[in-house]
C-alpha cells in the first residue's frame, strides 16, 4: 500500500522533475544545439503536458481519491513512462530512438489505460443514476395500489342566456 501511496503523491512532482530532467540530460551528456531545440521546444512541454493530462485522470478515479493511492495498474504504467522517459534524457547514441518510440507508445498506452480504469469505475455509478432518475419520476406500482384514489370533484359552468 505505501507504494501505491507514494506514486499517488509522486504524479504532480514528476510533471515538473521529468521534463527538467530531460533538459539537466541535455547538458550533462554533451548533446548539440539542436537537441537542446527538441528539448525546450518538444520534449519538455510534451512530458509536462502529457503527465500533468494523465494525473488529472488518474486523480479523478472515485477510488483513487478515496484511498489516495493508485492502482496496482497505474504503478506499473507509470513506471514504464517515466523509466523510459529518464532513459530518453541519457540520450544513448544507437538507442534514442528506440528509446524515445517506447516512451511515446508507453504514454499512449497509459493515457489508454486511465481511460479504461476511468470508464469501468464510472460505468456502475452511471446506471444507478439513470435508474434512479427513471424510476423516481415514475410512479410505482405498489404505491398507486395501496392507496386510495383522491376524491374529484368536477364543476361544469352553465351558460344563461341573458
Same mark, same amino acid.
Given at each position: ?22 533538459? +539537466?540530460? %541535455?547538458?550533462?551528456?554533451? $548533446?548539440?544545439? %539542436? ?11 510534451? +512530458? ?31 513506471? +514504464? ?53 427513471? %424510476?423516481?419520476?415514475?410512479?410505482? +406500482?405498489?404505491?398507486?395500489?395501496? $392507496? ?15
Amino acid at each position: 500500500m505505501w507504494l501505491r501511496e507514494a506514486f499517488f503523491r509522486w504524479l504532480v512532482p514528476a510533471a515538473f522533475l521529468l521534463p527538467l530532467w530531460l533538459f +539537466v540530460g %541535455w547538458a550533462i551528456f554533451g $548533446q548539440n544545439a %539542436w537537441s537542446l531545440l527538441w528539448v525546450l521546444l518538444m520534449a519538455m512541454p510534451t +512530458v509536462f503536458v502529457g503527465q500533468l493530462i494523465l494525473t488529472l485522470l488518474t486523480r479523478s478515479r472515485p477510488s483513487v481519491r478515496a484511498e489516495r493511492a493508485v492502482s496496482w495498474w497505474d504503478v506499473a504504467g507509470f513506471t +514504464v513512462w517515466h523509466v523510459l522517459t529518464i532513459a530518453v534524457g541519457l540520450f544513448v547514441d544507437g538507442g534514442f530512438g528506440w528509446l524515445l518510440t517506447g516512451a511515446i507508445l508507453a504514454a499512449i498506452a497509459l493515457f489508454w489505460l486511465q481511460l479504461w480504469q476511468l470508464w469501468n469505475e464510472a460505468r456502475g455509478t452511471g446506471i444507478r443514476i439513470r435508474e434512479t432518475v427513471s %424510476w423516481s419520476t415514475a410512479p410505482r +406500482v405498489d404505491d398507486s395500489a395501496s $392507496q386510495p384514489a383522491p376524491d374529484v370533484i368536477v364543476i361544469e359552468e352553465s351558460r344563461t342566456k341573458d
